[in-house]
């Protein structure tokens, strides 16, 4: 048979609220054209982030029911130790509540102001974290991700060449350790190569510098490398993220993405004195090492999740998914960076909307839009969120591309509901020219995005930032 299934069929339902256009118009404009103000139950598909919003498995809720909630050394803990060496290879394993609180501890250890970072790109706790410290996060993407219509196959790689260069620079300050992002958020969720893996690693060994992977989508990652290079396709998904995680001296880990799971990650190393230090600041900040601020049935939901996620009839079935979404818009010649990855489409609203200047913030409008037209929440990745302003000059500068991210949920919608999305993008698609732009009315210091309040540029009202 052609045609891929879920491999899975339904036994709880959400019911999803149905609202008017009026009643949406009305919704919006109270939420100051900030979807991240409007609440879940006015919105119809929800696709503002893959991250926390994954379907359960019926094995998943029956592993909940047999936690171990025991304050130290809980079942739950040894068999999420176990999977997680199993998978990853590292013996060292400590539970977090999510995965920046992991950046956070790993980075408090180990970073100290001055530092570079270097990875193909932060994610923006990850950099937030860094640059907390009084360090800098360096992104090296591969050239061939700022050129969206591209197909080449690993855009998520590092750029070696600027790798190499910086290491050689004889002024380079401190690095405590690389990272590289697995897939690349950042980049439109596409995979690193292998290659690139090695070759990275390569580099940085020659100058004895450790790699920690952010492994958020690493199953996505090694199901891509399986897809896209030919050299893997006969092996297992097991045996190319061992491939991966061999090359590391250790991974930090959202288990809401890859972990399956509504809550929780994990830092997963192979230095025993390293881990112990990590394991006493843990006591301060989150829990006892053996519970890390999760209950035990997170603990569980991760165990069985990580287990579940690289079964590979459920990563063809999540990489048909997205692509189906991408070719459906594709066919409305809707710009999107291609070649799809697995988490997320990314609409670039630069070429949708090109008669709306960056400061008027296309993505902003399209994901108004969409959410006017359907009801169908995504979020901007442009300008809004990486705009920033110029220290010396004081100007506002853009963010590097200006998109719409339409993030996939993990076994939580079927394709009626993708077509659902390629029709309300494509009606909107179809009135473009009559869109305007919106002007940011407030504006916080840091990470706006998510309360920076807007009105249509029609109204032009002043910017009242508080800082
Ligand atoms: N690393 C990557 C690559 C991420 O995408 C995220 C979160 C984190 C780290 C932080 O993990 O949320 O568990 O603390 N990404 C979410 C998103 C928020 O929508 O892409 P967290």
New binding site residues.
């Given amino acids: 048979m052609r045609t891929v299934i879920e491999p899975f069929r339904v036994k709880t339902v959400e019911p999803i609220k149905f609202t008017t256009a009026s009643e949406r118009q009305a919704i919006l404009s109270r939420a100051g054209y900030n979807l991240f103000s409007v609440n879940a139950e006015d919105v119809i598909v929800d696709l503002l982030?893959?991250?926390?919003t994954s379907a359960l498995s019926h094995e998943q809720w029956a592993a909940m029911m047999h936690a171990d909630e025991s304050y130290a050394g809980c079942k739950s803990f040894f068999r999420l130790r176990e999977t997680v060496e199993k998978i990853f290879g590292f013996p060292e394993v400590i539970p977090v509540h999510?995965?920046?609180?992991a950046?956070r501890l790993l980075f408090g250890q180990l970073v100290m102001s001055g530092d570079v970072i270097v990875s193909n790109t932060h994610?923006d706790?990850?950099r937030a974290n860094i640059e907390a410290l009084g360090a800098t996060a360096l992104d090296l993407p591969s050239r061939e991700f700022l050129q969206s219509a591209s197909m080449y196959p690993f855009k998520g790689d590092i750029d070696l060449e600027s790798v190499a260069d910086f290491l050689s620079r004889k002024d380079r300050p401190r690095m405590p350790f690389a990272m590289i992002?697995i897939t690349n958020?950042a980049a439109g969720g596409q995979p690193a190569s292998l290659e690139n893996l090695r070759e990275y690693v390569r580099l940085l060994r020659a100058h004895d510098i450790p790699l920690f992977i952010?492994a958020?989508?690493f199953a996505e990652n090694a199901y891509l490398i399986k897809l896209r290079s030919p050299e893997y396709a006969n092996q297992s998904i097991e045996q190319i993220v061992k491939s991966i995680f061999e090359l590391a001296e250790g991974c930090?880990m959202?288990a809401?993405?890859d972990g399956l799971s509504n809550i929780g990650?994990f830092l997963a190393l192979r230095d025993k004195q390293l881990a112990s230090r990590l394991k006493e600041q843990l006591i301060l900040t989150e829990g006892f090492p053996t519970y890390g601020g999760l209950a035990g049935r997170d603990l569980e939901s991760i165990h069985v999740g990580l287990n579940e996620v690289l079964d590979e009839s459920y990563l063809r079935y999540r990489a048909v998914s997205a692509e189906y979404l991408a070719r459906g818009l594709l066919s409305h010649g809707i710009p999107i960076s291609t070649p799809p990855g697995m988490h997320a489409i990314y609409v670039d609203a630069g070429r949708f909307l090109p008669h709306i200047p960056w400061h008027e913030f296309p993505g902003q409008v399209l994901v108004c839009e969409l959410y006017l037209e359907a009801g169908v929440r995504a979020?901007e990745i442009g300008s809004v969120m990486f705009g920033k302003t110029d220290p010396s000059t004081g100007k506002a500068l853009p963010a590097k591309s200006e998109l719409v991210r339409l993030?996939l949920p993990r076994r939580a919608y079927s394709q009626s509901h993708y077509d659902y999305v390629i029709e309300a993008l494509a009606n909107v698609f179809d009135r473009k020219a009559s869109l305007a732009g919106l002007k940011m009315v407030e504006a916080p210091c840091r990470l706006r995005h998510f309360t920076a309040r807007f009105e249509p540029v029609a109204t032009r009202a002043n910017l009242s930032a508080s800082c």
Avoid at 49 to 52: F, L, M, P
Avoid at 98 to 101: I, K, L, N, S, T
């Fill in positions: 982030t893959d991250s926390g999510q995965g920046r609180a950046e994610f706790t990850t992002t958020n952010d958020a989508r930090l959202s809401k993405k990650g979020c993030a």
